[in-house]
């Protein structure tokens, strides 16, 4: 936006400042902000708060209604990444959304990280090839991200298409952090913010915004009931956090998931993902990964707000994600 935060009522330079340093750099991103979430960071009422994102809302053309039509033209901005695999792109109506959260969840060794690894390089190719031209942010809590992975996915995709591909300029277009703990997790959006904005201007867009593992520091943190409801006001936080984050840079947005077993399930799969509601209803899409025999692997559509339900068979090998 070419209005500076300054310029709304009601934010004096103070108020601009520790607007900024939390990652509010926009009047696009006060706009989307919650009052609450607004009051906390720049110490400022809770009314005042409110004010201040209506007249971003006003300044950035962002209404709290919109008209289909509207809605409809954000939607044809929507872009789809491919997974590499033509039944799990089939599935997901093309490939996976920009706009939207794409949740993986699924037992240790099902592949998600891989999952993950093969969407941070194929985001990286033209449209042409299934790609959206555009860099990745992993925001890694479990120290699995590996370079040498992606140097092998990216030599799997040189021999798919018959390309002659850099390795290394892929790797310089994976922008990674460790996450130490949850709230450490969540400042990481804030950074990943700031980063997207200084790539988007470099002309080197964020289309992949990767979460691996979300709930394994929550977990961990967490234990016992007293503290749950702290967590999952934490978490629902964080969730927004990263729904904006693909709302402003028209990005994909992915995290893992873990599972834990449902001990009064009596028919169907015994086990369901973590988080509890907030991560099921912020998640736009929910797929569950299961193994099956060899290097193949199960992936199921549970929950989508326009696709019907569906199974796609895929393979992990040393290439990468094929069908
Ligand atoms: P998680 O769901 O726990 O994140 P991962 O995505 O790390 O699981 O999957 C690990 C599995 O991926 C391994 O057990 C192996 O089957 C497969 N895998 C990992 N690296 C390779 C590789 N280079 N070649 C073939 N398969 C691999
Ligand atoms: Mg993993």
Do not use: W
């Amino acid at each position: 936006s070419e209005i500076a935060l300054e310029e709304l009522p009601g934010v004096g330079p103070a108020t601009a400042e520790k607007l900024k340093e939390a990652g509010f750099n926009t009047i696009e991103a006060v706009a989307v902000a919650s009052p609450s979430e607004l009051a906390t960071t720049a110490e400022i009422g809770e009314s005042t708060a409110a004010k201040i994102i209506n007249a971003a809302r006003q300044a950035a053309d962002i209404g709290g209604f919109e008209t289909g039509d509207l809605v409809l033209e954000r939607r044809k901005l929507v872009g789809k990444l491919t997974t590499g695999c033509a039944e799990f792109d089939e599935m997901m109506g093309g490939g996976i959304e920009t706009q939207a959260i794409t949740e993986l969840y699924g037992e240790f060794g099902s592949g998600k990280t891989q999952v993950a690894h093969q969407l941070a390089v194929n985001v990286q190719m033209d449209k042409e090839h299934g790609g959206l031209g555009g860099s990745v942010i992993i925001i890694d809590t479990e120290n699995t991200f590996r370079p040498e992975r992606i140097t092998q996915m990216v030599k799997g995709l040189s021999e798919k298409y018959g390309m002659e591909l850099n390795p290394e300029e892929f790797l310089q277009n994976i922008h990674v952090a460790r996450a130490y703990n949850s709230n450490h997790q969540i400042l990481l959006v804030d950074s990943a913010t700031d980063l997207a904005n200084e790539l988007k201007e470099m002309g080197k867009p964020v289309r992949l915004l990767i979460v691996d593992s979300l709930m394994a520091h929550f977990r961990a943190e967490y234990v016992g009931r007293g503290t749950l409801a702290d967590r999952q006001q934490k978490l629902n936080k964080h969730m927004h956090g990263l729904l904006r984050f693909g709302d402003l840079f028209n990005a994909c947005v992915v995290v893992t998931n873990q599972v834990m077993a449902k001990p009064d399930a009596f028919f169907g799969d015994p086990t369901r993902p973590v988080g509890g509601h907030i991560v099921g209803h912020t998640a736009t899409f929910r797929l569950y990964l299961r193994k099956s025999k060899g290097e193949k692997r199960i992936i199921r559509l549970v929950d989508s707000p326009s696709l019907p339900e569906g199974e796609a068979v895929v393979a992990v090998t040393m290439a990468g994600l094929t069908d």
